[in-house]
């Protein structure tokens, strides 16, 4: 994020004085991705995704487990398919190299597909103690009084 905070702010100076690098876009576009995939690891972690654990507490207990349990199979399907294409994209574009900067490979630059996908894959993994007993115990210990907060 730094990198992008300071590249990005260079670039326009530069291009103000008549001066434009010539890699200025294509590198802030790869620090966009790596931040964004990156991140999606830091948040998975952290739970920071989006999600309804109150979608699940209306439910009755018999059936939030089964649920969330469906929840996190979808979750971590997608993301074993996303580290398997990229690691397959990997291999197709071996002998590539960026534009403006001929001398990095975009093996190196996509490699932020696979490797974010299985970053994520862990930090879900982590919370899955958290997700198993949300599910058993309705979010927050509280499951009965948000299916009746739901329901209004």
């Known amino acids: 994020m730094a990198a992008l905070a300071i590249e990005v702010p260079l670039g326009v100076v530069f291009r103000t004085i008549g001066m434009a690098l010539a890699w200025y876009d294509e590198v802030a576009a790869i620090l966009l991705a790596w931040l964004t995939y990156y991140g999606s690891a830091l948040a998975a972690v952290k739970r920071g995704h989006i999600s309804c654990p109150e979608l699940v507490a209306i439910f009755p207990p018999a059936l939030r487990?089964?649920?969330?349990?469906?929840?996190?199979?979808?979750?971590?399907?997608?993301f074993i398919l996303l580290a398997y294409t990229g690691w397959s994209i990997l291999e197709v574009l071996a002998t590539d190299h960026l534009v403006s900067l001929p001398?990095?490979?975009?093996?190196?630059?996509?490699?932020?597909?696979?490797?974010?996908?299985?970053?994520?894959?862990?930090?879900?993994?982590?919370?899955?103690?958290?997700?198993?007993?949300?599910?058993?115990?309705?979010?927050?210990?509280?499951?009965?009084?948000?299916?009746?907060?739901?329901?209004?």
């Open 65 to 78: 487990l089964p649920l969330a349990l469906l929840a996190e199979v979808l979750v971590f399907g997608f």
């Open 103 to 152: 001398e990095i490979s975009v093996n190196y630059v996509q490699s932020v597909i696979p490797i974010g996908a299985v970053l994520i894959l862990i930090g879900e993994a982590l919370n899955l103690p958290a997700v198993y007993a949300e599910a058993r115990h309705g979010h927050g210990g509280g499951g009965e009084d948000k299916a009746k907060e739901a329901s209004h």
